[in-house]
Each structure stands twice: as structure tokens, then as C-alpha cells.
């Protein structure tokens, strides 16, 4: 039985939001509610000092370590906390590289397993970048290259790879990650929500659309997420523009919710195109408020040009919310989800456009889209039945 679990992470909500910050910590949380201890060991916190619990979960930022980010201080300090401990957890979990330092010295726990969750791979972010031609990406593609060395080297220590997609499970198992891993040591959980966190909520449908002044027939599509040039932003102004000039301006609303490094050039392109009254700009919004702009939304839209890890988690929480979803071509997902995906290419404006206008609006009390394989109670099952394999497997001393 698995009776604690010991999580390295170098960034946690309580760090910033993003993907993958809210996956590690939402599995935690969740293992949390059946393992009697779930610890995780980060970076500092910003205005924080010491261990402290949430959620269940006991979070050890580590002193003198630039928060969120990985640096000589976070390999020195994770080691040397799990040289500490004086007794071994049940298993360990590294979230992406964060546990790249205390798998060097798993001899100091022998009997521990050790497993690996992947969020994607050096050779899939060095062939966005390329994919993206973009000068920002391009000028950190060298880095991502040594990244790649370091993963190889890494991959093999541990005894198991958790992919988080299908995608990511078939990058680990090609060149050159395949020279590391082999295929039986790669294991495909799909990320998982909670549809309880993010179930349609009428009242907060209304208050957002009257605060924003968007009417009854007005069309809402949200696009959730960090502004950034990955995200492809522009493909769903572009599209915005192709209603407007087709005369269904005003029975659209495109509702751009975060903040990030793309935002001014994104207020730029509003402003070439003549959408200010088409498109707004909500901010960064905590994530406890997201879900009251996907209750006032009516579609969801993605348009990133970079897809790892098949339903990013803005779709599952979208889909938990009863929304349609407008995807790019290959999104992967259940066929039990094929009614309420709807794939096109989001480069191509004009077919985007057509697509929107093609989604029937939701109507009713919107129950939850979320199929039972992308529920977080799912994943969170999935990862506690491989960890029960693995220490079995692993024996007693």
C-alpha cells in the first residue's frame, strides 16, 4: 500500500499558473484525499517562509532557490533534502526534470521507485520552435538541444516515464529518446479534471455577460489561456475579422482570458483589424474565477501551434463545463468526444470561421462533457495502481 508520496516540482500554483503547475498540483491534491501523506518539495515561494499545508498536501519550498526555476541551488538543495530524510517515502514523483538531482542519489533509498511525469519532450519543443519561426523561440532552441543530453541521460534512471499524452508517449518512444527509454518502461496517463471544480454555473454566466455587456444572442467564444506566441492567438482574430466582414460582427464576442508576454502585440493586431468591439481582453483571472468565463462562454477555441499532450487541460476544464470545443487538426481525444470536438486547421482563417458558425450553441443546464478517462479521480487512480506495481515490484529490503 501506498502510504506517502514524495513530489518534486520546480513550480506550483502558488509559484504562478500554467499547465503544468496546475496538473502536478491537482493530481497532488487529489492523491492526497486516499494517500496519508502527500508532500511536495519546490522552489521558494515568494512571500512565504517555511512548509505549509493546502488542500491536504504538505508543500517544502526549499530555501535559497530561485523560485520556479531550475538552478545549481534546486539541484544541490533537492538532493540534499532527500539525503535528509530519515525515512523513504513510498514512491517518488518527478514532475518533468524536478527530480533530475535526488534520482542521482536514490541509493540512499534503495527500495523507493521512481517514476518520471513527462509534459513533453526536448525534440518537441525544439521542433515547435522551428515549426513556430519565430525569432524569440528560435534564439532558446540551443537550449532546449541541452536539455535533450541531459534528459537522455536521466530517462534511464527512472522506472517509469508517465507520458501526459498520447503525443508525448510517442516522442519518448522515437529517436532519440528511444535510445534511453524503452517502450515497456513508458506508461500514457492522460491529464484529468475535476467536473465538480468546473461545472456550468448559470448565476455566473449572467454576471460576467452583464459586466461585459454581451447580450443574450451574442455568440461568446472563450479562449483560455497564457498570451503567449505558441498559443497562436492571432489565427483567432484573424478569424474574428472574417465574421466581421461577413456581416456577423455583432453576434460574436471573443473573450481572451490571461495575461502573458503576446499581449501587446495582440492588442496591436485588435487594433489593425478594427475588433475592438468584437474582442476583450479579461486578464489574468485567479483560477478559481476561470470557471465563470467558461459558464459565459458558448464555445471554446484553441488555436496553439504547438499540441503535446493531445486535450490541453483549457479543454478538459472547457468540456467539464458542457462547451463545445474548436480544435486544431489532431487533437486527440475519446471518440466518445468526436460530437463536440470540432478539428480544422486554425491557420486558415476563413475555415475557422466557418467552423464557429457551424457549432450549435449549448443550451439547457450543461451538464459536463468530461468522459470518465479524463476525470481526475481517474488519473489520479491510474498513477496510485502503477506506484502499488512498482513497490511490489521494487520488494522490501
Known sequence: MIESILIFSRATPFHHTGGMETLAW??????????????????????????????????????????????????????????????????VLSVSAGGYAVIRARSRHPWTPFVLQAHGTSMMEIGSKLRARDLRSLATAPKNAAW????????????RIVAVGARVAESLVASPQR??????????IPNGVRPADHGFDLPARRAVRTELGIGDRVT????????????????????????????????????????????????????????????????????????????????????????????????????????????????AGPAALDPV????????????????????????????LLPAELTLDHCAGSYLSLLEELRGGHGTP
Request: glycine share 10%; charged share 25%; net charge positive.
Open 148 to 159: 535533450l543530453v541531459r534528459d537522455l541521460v536521466r530517462y534511464r534512471d527512472f522506472d
Open 220 to 331: 461568446v467564444v472563450g479562449c483560455v489561456g497564457r498570451l503567449h506566441v505558441q498559443k497562436r492567438l492571432d489565427r483567432a482574430l484573424r478569424a474574428a475579422a472574417v465574421l466581421r466582414d461577413r456581416g456577423a460582427g455583432e453576434r460574436y464576442r471573443f473573450l481572451l482570458v490571461g495575461d502573458g508576454p503576446d499581449e501587446s502585440r495582440l492588442r496591436g493586431l485588435v487594433h489593425d483589424l478594427r475588433l475592438a468591439e468584437m474582442v476583450t481582453f479579461v486578464g489574468r483571472v485567479p483560477p478559481d474565477g476561470v470557471r465563470s468565463y467558461y459558464a459565459a462562454a458558448d464555445i471554446a477555441l484553441l488555436t496553439t501551434a504547438r499540441l503535446e499532450v493531445g486535450l490541453p487541460m483549457a479543454i478538459l476544464e472547457a468540456l467539464a463545463s458542457g462547451l463545445p470545443c474548436v480544435v486544431p487538426t489532431g487533437a
Open 26 to 91: 491537482s493530481l497532488a491534491t487529489e492523491l492526497a484525499r486516499t494517500v496519508p501523506a502527500v508532500r511536495v518539495v519546490t522552489t521558494g515561494i515568494p512571500d512565504r517562509s517555511g512548509a505549509f499545508s493546502a488542500d491536504g498536501v504538505e508543500v517544502v519550498p526549499l530555501s535559497a532557490t530561485r523560485p520556479g526555476r531550475y538552478s545549481p541551488a534546486w539541484w544541490r538543495r533537492s538532493r540534499d533534502y532527500w539525503n535528509s530524510l530519515p525515512a523513504p517515502p513510498s514512491a
Open 341 to 368: 470536438l470540432h478539428e480544422v486547421d486554425p491557420g486558415d482563417a476563413g475555415r475557422l470561421a466557418e467552423v464557429l458558425t457551424g457549432v450549435p450553441r449549448p443550451d439547457g443546464g450543461r451538464p459536463s
Open 179 to 188: 535510445w534511453s527509454v524503452r517502450p515497456d518502461r513508458v506508461a500514457l
